[in-house]
């Protein structure tokens, strides 16, 4: 059997399972979502954000992308922002990077990666805002650790910049977290990213609503 036929004889047991559980299971799910979480992730294969949250289907909006990155001009993440927050309304934004990213190892790299050299530059900025504070790591794992740390920042900063979250965290307290991901471990770490002292920082440059 071929994995593509596994996948599909897994599909089938995993009805069955559901059904056991629920006989309404899917008749529930196909009437809606209302998730609580956004969950912008990295597109790493190790990482899936139900698993690790202990959620279910319909309880978290995910977006991955390479590095986990929130561009104010990638239309996708954009527009899932804007979703998730002005009509699904969650209460929570979650960044979750993860140890050990391909994508964030990739862009510190002097190599030619083709198009995704303009994606991997956000990366490098981010390195370049706090290169005193990385260049001073003698350890390269601890100090690529440390920069998907940063970036995890970095990506909570820019989704505070948007008008969609300072709207909503003023209407009706939106929170921003930064998280990340230790796949040695499986511990989801909780950065405690000062959501309202960065937002005051940045709301005289940024100040959309």
Same mark, same amino acid.
């Given at each position: 059997? *071929? /994995? ?13 399972? /559901? ?9 529930? =799910?196909?009437?809606? !979502? %209302? ?8 597109? @790493?294969? $190790?990482? *899936?954000?139900? @698993?690790?949250?202990?959620? !279910? ?9 390479? &590095? ?5 001009? @990638? ?10 927050? $002005? %009509?699904?309304?969650? /209460? ?13 190892? +990739? +862009?510190? !790299? ?9 994606? =991997?530059?956000?990366? $490098? @900025? ?16 601890? $100090? ?10 970095? !990506? ?5 910049? *948007? &008008? +969609? ?19 040695? *471990? ?10 309202? /002292? ?12």
């Amino acid at each position: 059997m *071929t /994995k593509i036929e596994t996948i599909f004889e897994n599909n089938k047991k995993w009805i069955a399972e /559901k059904l056991d559980m629920d006989s309404k299971y899917f008749e529930n =799910l196909a009437a809606g !979502q %209302h998730p609580e979480f956004l969950y912008i992730g990295c597109s @790493d294969s $190790r990482v *899936t954000a139900e @698993d690790i949250m202990g959620l !279910q289907p319909g309880e978290v909006f995910i977006h991955r992308n390479i &590095a986990n990155l929130v561009n104010n001009v @990638d239309l996708n993440v954009m527009s899932v922002i804007n979703y998730a927050i $002005r %009509h699904l309304e969650v /209460k929570h934004v979650v960044v979750c990077g993860h140890y050990n990213c391909g994508g964030v190892k +990739a +862009a510190m !790299q002097p190599v030619d990666m083709g198009i995704l050299n303009p994606w =991997l530059r956000n990366i $490098r @900025d981010v390195y370049r805002i706090h290169k005193l504070e990385l260049n001073a790591i003698e350890n390269e794992t601890k $100090r690529y650790n440390r920069l998907v740390e940063l970036n995890v920042q970095e !990506q909570c900063i820019n989704l505070i910049k *948007t &008008a +969609a979250v300072q709207e909503a965290h003023k209407q009706r307290g939106l929170i921003v977290h930064g998280w990340v991901f230790d796949i040695s *471990t499986g511990k989801l770490i909780d950065l405690n990213i000062n959501f309202p /002292k960065i937002l005051e920082s940045i709301v005289e440059i940024y100040r959309l609503y």
